[in-house]
Every structure is written in structure tokens, then in C-alpha cells.
């Protein structure tokens, strides 16, 4: 019987992406060092880090490689975490703010060590800008640029309403934060990228072999439709696509639904006039917007959350005002691409590492801030695996709290919140 091949989602990076082979699906019994379950940003980044140190490794994706959110985000290399380190030391202490703080950075950097190395075509392309919508947000953002000095980043650059029009073609922002540590990628070809020089080294990766069950033991035992993985070490790096495989990493996260747009390809000078400098953009809401310019010229906005995962459907419909708002010079520019992606939401907005057993060990919840945390994580589940486990544990020590109310609640708790927080951005508060 044939099994029904999952796809990729109609987003603009699927019909983009470098051509790419499909891998097979796992059928049989296998043998590894380490089984990582899932083959998106922290699935790779871990069995890349891995296999560059000899271990043999399988991914096994339940769809394709770069399938859920590391092949359909905004495509920003936001620096730090969902919460920053003021809020980590307030929370957890000094000893923890700096153990974190110490690594706050450095995810952008393993991301540009890996274009270098593997030669990685993803549309690289330095310096992202926080917006201020109003007098408040600019504070935070100098408060921001303070503290992450403290922390050694030197590369930051707050302007005023006349120096972010330099960079952005509106007259929404009273001005914003530059940092030239951060950037934008294509996402799916930094993960497809990863895949390939994680293949180069001797990985096998499995697509279209959903994990039906964990067998915890030495080794540990992973079961799919057709096959089996015995491993010393098991990694789960599934996020907001894990489902209910591990009920209680389930219950510590949240899957969120982002909406993203892009528009037809526009005129050179259009795409100049409205991003000249050519960065990305995030405002300082709440429920943010965030848009760049893709290597081809067309404008890719996203913005708004949808509690639980559910499809929103009419993604134009939710988007395009929200960018016309920003551009109303691209009201007669039709949009060619839609898609939804889910990100994994914590409680505490800080991600969860740990172990669900002692050759176990997971990582999850970035919370918004995936695309850098997710490749500082692989780095950090590999040096616990080879017996290096001061970094992890400075994340693992951290508290993990379920959603209050359990899985019933914690979706219209966390809409309510939302709409909360929506009300606040309205009003400038």
C-alpha cells in the first residue's frame, strides 16, 4: 500500500527553494550513536555539531527537511531570547542571567560559520532594525541597547524618526534599534543547506517517518510505520510539530499560528524606496509585525498569532492591511504567496532543555526566537551528549511550568492575553 507523502506548505520558500533530493523513508532496523527526531533547525543544528564529531546519526522527519516553522518563518536573525536577560535575572538570578547572557549572541554566529563552511546559498544578508512605534518603545530599545552592551554586543545603533527613515519607507516609527549582529535568510535553504553538509559527513536523514513511539532503555528505541532506530542517545527537537508524542513536553508548550505574505517581485525602485538599506524589520508590539525584502524583490510580511495552531484560512485577508498600513504605497501590488507556521510558545517565554531520560534529552519552546536559538541549542544538546554539560544545564536548570488550567484552558487563557496585549498596542500603552 502506498503511504501518502506529506508536502511542503504553498509558501513562497517551497517555490523558491534549491532543488533538493526527496530521501527515503526509514523502513527496517537501524543503528546509531544518536537518533534526532525531527529535521527542522534543532534537529540539524544537533546532528550536524554531532556529526562533525564523529558520531553516527539519524534524523528521522515525519515530513521533509525544513517542513514546519525552520522552513516557513519570517526568515530574521533576531539576537538574545523571547525574554531578555533583565527579565532572566529578575526571575532566576544573576548566576543565571549571566550563564545565559553569555550565549545571548551566539546563534547568529553558528548560523554564519555554517553558510562560510558549507557554502550555504540562503540569501544571507547582515543588520535587522527593531521599530519604535512610539516614545515608550524607543526607551526600551535604549534600555535594550544598554543591556545587551553589558553583555559584550558591540554593534548596535540607536536612531531617531529621521534616521530610521533612511532605512524604512514609512512614516510609522519614532525610531528603532539597529543591530548589524543580526540579519535575514531564506529559511528553508539554510535548513535544506544543513541537511546536505550534515549528509556530506556521513548522516542519514529519513523523511516521511513520523515517530509512533519512544522506548526508553540502553539504547533507547524509536519506532515508525515501517522501521526502528536503536541509539545510544536520543534527541526529540519536534517543537510545535512533536503533537502528542511526549505528553509531558505537550503539556509545556503551546503551538502558535503566525500568518506570512509575499508579495509579486516589485520594480528595483520601488523595492528601494521601501527598504533602502535592505534590512529586516520588527516593530516593538506585542503582537509584532515583521517584514523584509526577499532576494528577488518581493515584500515579505508577517504578523498576528493565532493560539493553538488553528489554520486562520484568508491570510490575505488578515495581512495585507497590516502592510498597506505600513506601505500604503503597495495598495495596487498583488500578493503571489500565503502561508501559516507554527512556533512553540512557552509559559515563561524561555525555552525548555532537558532530559526525559539519562540518554534522552530534548530542547523546545523558542518562543518566537527560533531561528538563532534553535542553532545555539544544537550546538548545546551536543556538548551535553559528549559529556559537556555546564551550557545545558544553564538552560536545563531552569523551571518548566505547564499552562495553568492544563490543556483545556491554556488556549483561551493565552487568547484572552492576546487580545489584552492587542488593546495595549492600539493604544500606545
Given at each position: 500500500?502506498?503511504?501518502?507523502?506529506?508536502?511542503?506548505?504553498?509558501?513562497?520558500?517551497?517555490?523558491?527553494?534549491?532543488?533538493?533530493?526527496?530521501?527515503?523513508?526509514?523502513?527496517?532496523?537501524?543503528?546509531?550513536?544518536?537518533?534526532?527526531?525531527?529535521?527542522?533547525?534543532?534537529?540539524?543544528?544537533?546532528?550536524?555539531?554531532?556529526?562533525?564529531?564523529?558520531?553516527?546519526?539519524?534524523?528521522?522527519?515525519?515530513?521533509?527537511?525544513?517542513?514546519?516553522?525552520?522552513?516557513r518563518n519570517g526568515g530574521q536573525i533576531i539576537?538574545?531570547?523571547?525574554?531578555?536577560?533583565?527579565?532572566?535575572?529578575?526571575?532566576?538570578?544573576?548566576?543565571?542571567?549571566?550563564?545565559?547572557?553569555?550565549?545571548?549572541?551566539?546563534?547568529?554566529?553558528?548560523?554564519?560559520?555554517?553558510?562560510?563552511?558549507?557554502?550555504?546559498?540562503?540569501?544571507?544578508?547582515?543588520?535587522?532594525?527593531?521599530?519604535?512605534?512610539?516614545?515608550?518603545?524607543?526607551?526600551?530599545?535604549?534600555?535594550?541597547?544598554?543591556?545587551?552592551?553589558?553583555?559584550?554586543?558591540?554593534?548596535?545603533?540607536?536612531?531617531?524618526?529621521?534616521?530610521?527613515?533612511?532605512?524604512?519607507?514609512?512614516?510609522?516609527?519614532?525610531?528603532?534599534?539597529?543591530?548589524?549582529?543580526?540579519?535575514?535568510?531564506?529559511?528553508?535553504?539554510?535548513?535544506?543547506?544543513?541537511?546536505?553538509?550534515?549528509?556530506?559527513?556521513?548522516?542519514?536523514?529519513?523523511?516521511?517517518?513520523?515517530?509512533?513511539?519512544?522506548?526508553?532503555?540502553?539504547?533507547?528505541?524509536?519506532?515508525?510505520?515501517?522501521?526502528?532506530?536503536?541509539?545510544?542517545?536520543?534527541?526529540?527537537?519536534?517543537?510545535?510539530?512533536?503533537?502528542?508524542?511526549?505528553?509531558?513536553?505537550?503539556?509545556?508548550?503551546?503551538?502558535?499560528?503566525?500568518?506570512?505574505?509575499?508579495?509579486?517581485?516589485?520594480?528595483?525602485?520601488?523595492?528601494?524606496?521601501?527598504?533602502?538599506?535592505?534590512?529586516?524589520?520588527?516593530?516593538?508590539?506585542?503582537?509584532?509585525?515583521?517584514?523584509?525584502?526577499?532576494?528577488?524583490?518581493?515584500?515579505?510580511?508577517?504578523?498576528?498569532?493565532?493560539?493553538?495552531?488553528?489554520?486562520?484560512?484568508?491570510?490575505?485577508?488578515?495581512?495585507?492591511?497590516?502592510?498597506?498600513?505600513?506601505?500604503?504605497?503597495?495598495?495596487?501590488?498583488?500578493?503571489?504567496?500565503?502561508?501559516?507556521?507554527?512556533?512553540?510558545?512557552?509559559?515563561?517565554?524561555?525555552?525548555?532543555?532537558?532530559?526525559?531520560?539519562?540518554?534522552?534529552?530534548?530542547?523546545?519552546?523558542?518562543?518566537?526566537?527560533?531561528?538563532?536559538?534553535?542553532?545555539?541549542a544544537g550546538r548545546l544538546l551536543s556538548e551535553?551528549?559528549?559529556?559537556?554539560?555546564?551550557?545545558?544545564?544553564?538552560?536545563?536548570?531552569?523551571?518548566?511550568?505547564?499552562?495553568?488550567g492544563g490543556r483545556l484552558l491554556r488556549v483561551?487563557?493565552?487568547?484572552?492575553?492576546?487580545?489584552?496585549?492587542?488593546?495595549?498596542?492600539?493604544?500606545?500603552?
Amino acid at each position: 500500500m502506498a503511504t501518502h507523502k506529506i508536502a511542503h506548505t504553498t509558501s513562497y520558500y517551497a517555490a523558491s527553494a534549491n532543488p533538493t533530493p526527496e530521501r527515503p523513508e526509514l523502513t527496517g532496523a537501524h543503528r546509531a550513536d544518536v537518533c534526532v527526531i525531527g529535521a527542522g533547525y534543532t534537529g540539524l543544528s544537533t546532528a550536524l555539531h554531532l556529526a562533525e564529531q564523529g558520531y553516527s546519526v539519524i534524523v528521522l522527519e515525519a515530513a521533509r527537511v525544513g517542513w514546519g516553522a525552520s522552513g516557513r518563518n519570517g526568515g530574521q536573525i533576531i539576537n538574545s531570547y523571547s525574554r531578555d536577560m533583565d527579565v532572566i535575572e529578575r526571575w532566576h538570578g544573576k548566576e543565571a542571567a549571566q550563564a545565559l547572557g553569555s550565549m545571548a549572541f551566539e546563534g547568529g554566529r553558528i548560523i554564519r560559520e555554517r553558510v562560510q563552511k558549507y557554502d550555504i546559498q540562503c540569501d544571507l544578508k547582515d543588520s535587522n532594525i527593531f521599530a519604535a512605534m512610539t516614545a515608550k518603545q524607543l526607551k526600551e530599545l535604549e534600555e535594550k541597547k544598554a543591556l545587551w552592551e553589558r553583555y559584550g554586543h558591540t554593534a548596535l545603533e540607536v536612531v531617531d524618526a529621521s534616521g530610521i527613515r533612511q532605512h524604512v519607507g514609512t512614516d510609522r516609527y519614532v525610531g528603532g534599534l539597529i543591530d548589524h549582529w543580526g540579519g535575514h535568510i531564506h529559511p528553508l535553504n539554510l535548513a535544506l543547506g544543513e541537511a546536505a553538509a550534515f549528509e556530506s559527513l556521513g548522516g542519514q536523514i529519513f523523511e516521511q517517518s513520523a515517530v509512533t513511539k519512544i522506548v526508553e532503555g540502553q539504547p533507547a528505541k524509536v519506532y515508525t510505520a515501517k522501521g526502528e532506530v536503536s541509539a545510544r542517545f536520543l534527541v526529540v527537537a519536534g517543537n510545535a510539530y512533536l503533537g502528542e508524542l511526549v505528553p509531558k513536553l505537550a503539556e509545556k508548550s503551546l503551538p502558535c499560528g503566525t500568518q506570512v505574505l509575499t508579495t509579486e517581485p516589485l520594480p528595483e525602485a520601488l523595492a528601494r524606496e521601501l527598504l533602502p538599506t535592505d534590512m529586516c524589520v520588527e516593530d516593538c508590539n506585542f503582537l509584532l509585525d515583521y517584514y523584509r525584502l526577499t532576494a528577488d524583490n518581493r515584500l515579505l510580511y508577517g504578523g498576528g498569532t493565532v493560539y493553538g495552531a488553528r489554520d486562520p484560512g484568508e491570510i490575505e485577508r488578515l495581512i495585507r492591511p497590516k502592510m498597506l498600513k505600513t506601505f500604503p504605497q503597495l495598495a495596487d501590488v498583488k500578493v503571489a504567496f500565503g502561508w501559516t507556521g507554527n512556533f512553540s510558545l512557552t509559559l515563561s517565554r524561555l525555552p525548555q532543555v532537558g532530559k526525559l531520560a539519562d540518554n534522552i534529552y530534548y530542547s523546545q519552546g523558542c518562543s518566537g526566537h527560533g531561528v538563532t536559538y534553535t542553532h545555539l541549542a544544537g550546538r548545546l544538546l551536543s556538548e551535553a551528549i559528549a559529556g559537556k554539560t555546564e551550557r545545558f544545564n544553564a538552560f536545563a536548570s531552569l523551571p518548566h511550568f505547564p499552562f495553568p488550567g492544563g490543556r483545556l484552558l491554556r488556549v483561551p487563557m493565552l487568547t484572552a492575553g492576546a487580545w489584552y496585549y492587542g488593546v495595549r498596542d492600539k493604544l500606545g500603552v
